[in-house]
Structures are given as structure tokens and as C-alpha cells.
């Protein structure tokens, strides 16, 4: 079975600034890992996916992640953030996607003006 | 854009209730899921399911039904609510191909039992 961490429960930051969040997984094997977004009161949101190929992969509002096999992470990451990114975080994995994601237990990401 | 509609959104019920948690979607979807979400714990799968008839269990089944009615419609049901079920409850859909796995979710059904 895989699982999912995120060492960061909260993180703060100003508007403009770059973030990072980190995610870590644990599987031996293929492996299926996304990032969603939860604003306040809403249901998860797509952010993007990576199954294979170039490791970078880009998602929408400008945010982006790179996975890498051998420190097994996939962290998330936007050059510069706006308010309406405060939100929560999650990282998923599958390794067999048709029997739903496991997640993380989120970031809690604050932007400040 | 693929939709996926829960209802009730906000439903209390007393110990021991019966209670049904309905999730809709209309893209067409043959996977659909539900999971709860709490604090400390994040999301967790309950149950899914790959077409109409069809249920797989998840990771917390325990106290929980489901039915799959048609492609579109997905049910939770609670047969004897305990508090310890007080949670947000999503529902979600997803093509179920690897190059596509993205889960569309609905907006949550926030659950109480008193």
C-alpha cells in the first residue's frame, strides 16, 4: 500500500512570494500523484497530475511540481503567489488509479498582502 | 466541465438515525468514490464503486452502505448514525484512466449526529 506525507500543516507567506510545498510518498512501484486545492467551505479542485515523462509538470494558476524518484517527493511549487491562493493543500497517490487516491493530510497555505 | 452534485449539503441527525447521502454526476464518469474528510485525518476512502451494481469497499467501510443506481447516481448510507460519524462528506467521479485519473469532486455533505 502507498502513503502520503506533508510535513508542513500551515504555512504562511506575503503576495508575491514563492512557496514550496513539500510531499513525500512511499511505494516501491509505479505511481499515480496529483495536487488538489480546497478553498475555504468547497469541495478539491484539480491542480495537476504526474504519471510519467518529464518530471516538471505544469498545472493551472501557475503552479507547478516536480517529482523525483529518488528522495520519493513531489513537491509543489508557484514563483509567486496571490491571495487567492490561500487554500488547503493536498497531495494524493495511487497506484492503481481506478480504485480512488490517498492523501496527504494538507497544507494550509495563508497569503498575506 | 465534469459536474458532480451532493445533497444534502448540511444534514444533523440523532443516534442511532437513518440517514442517505445522494451524489449525482453528469459527465458520464464510470468511477465514482466517497470519501470523508476530518480534521487530523484528511481524506479518507469509504467506498467506490465501477459502474452501476458494482461497490468496492474502501479504507473506512466500517458502518457504511453504499448503493450505485445508475452511472450517475452514487448513494451513502448511514443505517445507525453514531457521532463518530459527524464528518464532511465528498462525493467524487473520475474517468479511471491512467493519463486522466483527475477526481472531479462534488461541494461536501457536512454531516452532524448528536
Known amino acids: 500500500t502507498q502513503t502520503v506525507s506533508q510535513s508542513d500543516a500551515h504555512v504562511t507567506v506575503f503576495e508575491g512570494d514563492s512557496v514550496e510545498l513539500r510531499c513525500n510518498y512511499s511505494?516501491?512501484?509505479?505511481?499515480?500523484l496529483s495536487w488538489y486545492i480546497q478553498h475555504h467551505g468547497r469541495g478539491l479542485q484539480f491542480l495537476l497530475k504526474?504519471?510519467?515523462?518529464?518530471?516538471v509538470v505544469q498545472g493551472v494558476n501557475g503552479f507547478e511540481a516536480e517529482f523525483s524518484k529518488s528522495d520519493s517527493s513531489f513537491h509543489l511549487r508557484k514563483a509567486s503567489v496571490h491571495w487567492s491562493d490561500s487554500a488547503v493543500y493536498f497531495c494524493?497517490?495511487?497506484?492503481?488509479?481506478?480504485?480512488?487516491?490517498?492523501f496527504g493530510l494538507g497544507t494550509r497555505v495563508s497569503v498575506f498582502p | 466541465e465534469a459536474a458532480v452534485t451532493q445533497s444534502p449539503r448540511n444534514k444533523v441527525t440523532v443516534t442511532g438515525g437513518n440517514v442517505t447521502l445522494s451524489c449525482r454526476q453528469t459527465?458520464?464518469?464510470?468511477?465514482m468514490y466517497w470519501y470523508r474528510q476530518d480534521t487530523g485525518h484528511g481524506l479518507r476512502l469509504i467506498h467506490y464503486?465501477?459502474?452501476?451494481?458494482?461497490?468496492q469497499i474502501g479504507d473506512v467501510p466500517d458502518g457504511y452502505k453504499a448503493t450505485r443506481t445508475t452511472q450517475e447516481d452514487f448513494f451513502l448510507l448511514l443505517e445507525l448514525a453514531s457521532p463518530s460519524q459527524t464528518s464532511l462528506y465528498f462525493c467524487?467521479?473520475?474517468?479511471?484512466?491512467?493519463?486522466?485519473?483527475?477526481?472531479?469532486f462534488g461541494e461536501g455533505s457536512k454531516l452532524t449526529v448528536l
Open positions: 494524493a497517490a495511487s497506484i492503481n488509479y481506478a480504485q480512488g487516491l490517498t
Open positions: 464503486s465501477y459502474g452501476a451494481g458494482n461497490l
Open positions: 504526474y504519471y510519467s515523462g518529464n518530471p
Open positions: 467524487a467521479s473520475s474517468e479511471g484512466v491512467a493519463n486522466t485519473g483527475q477526481l472531479y
Open positions: 511505494y516501491g512501484g509505479s505511481i499515480y
Open positions: 459527465n458520464s464518469h464510470n468511477y
